[in-house]
Structures are given as structure tokens and as C-alpha cells.
């Protein structure tokens, strides 16, 4: 028990007035002689050292007994339940004391319960948000503020190709996007926001376009807390709008050209005519080789307006439900022939369904296929040993389209050239008109697909078109 400094007082006064009543007493006892003399004076001291002795005493009891008197009152007027038998303060405080311990110990058990609660409803929404950033379809990662991911999820693990990214630094997540990771480290110094970011990635196996958000974690006036990234494999949604864009360009290019092309026309049949003339004429060797060489370079102009009007005029689709596969072999054996001339194997395969339906304009697509075949014949050199178009028709998984990919085995397409293939009038060739590729990529978005091209880790160049199946 706690002692203050009036008590200890109290108990030092009791304690020298206690001794000076024992010291009078032993001089009564010891020198009577003494005592006599001054008698009248010792017992006044002596009745007056005891008395407060026993006065400092009884509030040295006091204080002592002030906290048990305290607690007595206080449980008194506490609202406990007692037996309500006689009994006396030491049986009652007992009593009180029993009544409050298991009053403490049912509302520990509350504060157990409602903290087991609380920790369930915590856990539940761990839980939740776990699953919530699993579930996003697109590529999130979050990095502390010394730049090591502490949240990633499987979009992101299947994009960068890595079975885990938690606990690894960014630089070492985004080293095939140096882009990326720069972004982060400016969000991570200084709190920088980026939105919906394009970004080349090119350290990929194959080329990619991501679409990027940074965001900083809690940002305050004393810095960010770490960095927040989104993101998203657009390589597919940039290629078709990078297709849209080309099919809007075509038809501005088509309309503004048709009326001039048709005068062309014109002009080219009435130069048909006089060429023809002039080859009935009578001439010497020089002038019959110079007629036959101007008639034939009129038939080549015509030819190629004729095949520019086709593409900048385009006709009404004329739609019915066509095997694909069918006009595929009907366009292999039309070309026989043009593979047999160049020693050129063609081998088809055909993955999935049995005849790939597919809602279309026979005539039109059959004039895209055969435009892609010889495309790719022609792609091959003579001088090149393995000399072979390979042509595979399947589903894409998860998608109502059927894809068909033909591919050479030539050199490839100059990457600076990819953008250029389905521009009119565009190609590398010695001969041909740069029309057939555009008239290709035309007839097959108007059929509601798209047509891209790549270079194969392989070699050579690959078309890859893609058409949406009939619906049941």
C-alpha cells in the first residue's frame, strides 16, 4: 500500500511521542527518587505524550483505512445483486468484489467476441479485394515505395510471361518496356500521374502495344506512399482501329478517284482503237514491233483501271451462307497450275469445325482469297530452295471468328513497308499493279472482319484474315 507524506509524517510524530511517554516512564521506574522532585511535570508530560501519540496514531489508522472505506462505500451503492443475507463488511466486500470480477470477465468475453467479429469482417474483406483484383481482366501491379510489387495479379503475370512478380522490382518486371518502368520510377519520386499511355513494347517476342495507368498510392504532402499500374495488351484494338482508319482513308481515296479513273477509261479505249488501227496498217519491222508494243502497253493501263475501279467502286455484297473451306479448295485448284509453273508446294490444313460456314459474297471473297494466294507465290524467288505456301484454316478460341492464315517462305516484308501493303498502287514488285492486297483488305472488312499481315519468326510474310461465322 501506497504511503504519502502526511501519513509518514503522522507515523513519525506517534513514534517520538510514543518513546518520550516510555522514556518518563522508565525514569518513574528507574529513579523514583528523581521523579519525586519533579513529579507534578512528568506526568504532564507524560499524559501529554501519550495522548498524541495515540492521536497521531488513530489518523495514521484513518488514512490507512480511508481506501477500504471507500471501496465499502462504493459497493454499497454499486447496482450489484447480493445475496441479501446479514452479513458482515469483510463477507460483503468479498461479495462485491465477486460480483465485479464476473461482470469483467462476461465483458471480456463480449470485447472477445466483438474482436473475433471484427477480425472475421477484416478478413472477409481481404478476401473480397483479393478476389475483386484476381478477377480484373486487365494487368494490375502495385510497388511499395522502394519499388518491389507487393499486389499482382494473373492478367499481369500472363502479360509480362512470368509465373511470379510479387516481390520483385519493377525495373526487373518492365525490362522488355524500359517506357514503363520509367514512368513508374517518375511516380514513385514524385508523385506523377500518367493516363491511359500508349506504349511500344518491342522487347517482347512478338511486338506489342500496352496501354498504361500509373498512379500514386496514397499521395500526401510528405510524398507517395508507392505506385499503382494498369495495364493492358491493345496490340489487337490498335490494329483495328489502325484498320478503320485505313478503310475510311480507301473510301475517300476510292470516291475522289473514280470519276477520274473512269475518264482514264475512256481515254484508254479510244487509244485501244487507234493502236489497233495502226497494227492493220502496213509497216516495216520497226513500225509493226512499235504498234504491237503500244497496243500491248494500252491493254496493261486498261488493266489496271479496270482493277482500280473494281477496288474504288465497290459493289453490293451480294451475302449467302458459304463453306469456306469449300471456296478455299475451289481457289487451290483454279491456281494449280500457276503453283505447278513455279515449283511452288501449297499444303492446307484445317483446324476445328468440318466446313467453316460463314455469311459471305462468293464471288468477292473468292477474288480476296485468290488475290492472297498469288501474293504469296509471287513473294517467293526463284532462286530460294524451300519454295511452299502454307494454308491454315481454324477457330479462334473464345472468339465467333474463323481465322485463315497464308504464309511464304520468302524474304518477308521490310518492316518499314507492314503499314504499306494495303495502300492502291504500293508494292515491291517488278510487275503487278498494287491493287490486288487493297481490293483484298476491302472485300473483307465489308464482310464485317480484318485482314493484317506480320512477318513469321520463321521467315516470309503472313496474311491473316479473319471472318465472323454464320450464327446458328
Known sequence: MRIDRRQLSLTVMAVIFLLAAVFIFAVFALAPQTALV???????????????SLICIAWLLRGLLRPYN???????????????????EAAFVLETFQSVVAQLQSQQQ???????????????????????????????????????????????????DRQKLKGEHFRKIFAAVPALADMVQD???????????????????????????????????????????LITDITEVTQLREQVALKRNLESLGEMSAGLAHEFKN??????????????????????????GLLQEVRSLSEMINAFLNFARPQPLQLEEVSLKELLDSCARELTPLFEERGI???????????????ADARMLRQALLNLLRNAVEAIPESQENRRVDVTLKDVPGNDFIQLSVQDTGPGIDPADLDKVFIPFFTTKATGHGVGLPLAHRVITEHGGNLSVENSPAGGARFIMRLPVVTP
Request: proline share 5%; glycine share 8%; charged share 20%.
Open 110 to 160: 463480449e470485447l472477445e467476441r466483438l474482436t473475433a467479429q471484427a477480425s472475421q469482417r477484416a478478413d472477409s474483406a481481404e478476401l473480397f479485394s483479393d478476389r475483386i483484383v484476381a478477377s480484373m481482366p486487365t494487368g494490375l501491379i502495385a510497388f511499395d515505395l522502394s519499388g518491389i510489387a507487393t499486389v499482382a495479379n494473373a492478367p499481369a503475370q500472363t502479360l509480362f
Open 70 to 88: 471507500q471501496l465499502v462505500g462504493e459497493a454499497e451503492r454499486a447496482p450489484v445483486p447480493h445475496s441479501g443475507k446479514p452479513q458482515n
Open 38 to 52: 519533579y513529579q507534578p511535570l512528568l506526568l504532564t508530560s507524560f499524559i501529554l505524550a501519550l495522548f498524541v
Open 187 to 229: 511516380c514513385l519520386d514524385g508523385g506523377r500521374l500518367f493516363r491511359r499511355e500508349e506504349i511500344e513494347a518491342a522487347g517482347f517476342a512478338k511486338p506489342k502495344r500496352l496501354g498504361a495507368t500509373v498512379a500514386p498510392i496514397d499521395p500526401s504532402e510528405s510524398g507517395t506512399q508507392g505506385a499503382l499500374c
Open 267 to 292: 481515254a484508254m479505249a479510244a487509244l485501244h482503237g487507234y493502236a489497233q488501227f495502226l497494227q492493220n496498217l502496213d509497216h516495216d519491222e520497226r513500225g509493226t514491233a512499235a504498234a504491237e
Open 345 to 359: 508446294d501449297l499444303n492446307t490444313e484445317f483446324i476445328g469445325q468440318s466446313d467453316f460456314r460463314v455469311s
